[in-house]
């Protein structure tokens, strides 16, 4: 069986299912977000990526302390109150899973760009 739809990553079908994923980015007013459609053997970059600016929200619904760009040493005195990353992975087979990261600018656009965000309107 094909997918129904084709892999965010590469553009084509794929045999067997899709995984679904949904990044967001927020500061201020300042919105970005996209929904993919991700193939089995792209599943794993997409979730180094991702380890890279967030980490997983435990069962209450909290980030543990250290979420701030921690991946890549950041420390928390280049990161804006209010730049934060959202992610939502929808792996088949597995429970949804969660991530929060707080980040620093540089962080915070690495997201946008790589993962192809776009802006949503106000």
Known sequence: MVSIYPCSVHGQRVTGPLHGLRVTT????????RYLRVCSADLPEI????????????????????????????????????????AYVYER????QQRYGQLCDSCYRAVINIMGLTRESK
Not at 49 to 70: I, K, M, T, Y
Request: aromatic content about 4%; proline content about 6%; some cysteine.
């Open 47 to 86: 979730s180094r990526q991702l380890e890279e600016w967030s980490a997983l929200v435990d069962d209450e619904g909290l980030a543990p302390a250290g979420a701030v760009c921690g991946a890549r040493g950041h420390d928390g005195k280049e990161v804006p109150a209010n730049s934060h990353v959202f």
């Open 93 to 96: 087979g597995h429970d949804p």
């Open 26 to 33: 927020l500061r201020g007013d300042d919105k970005h977000t």
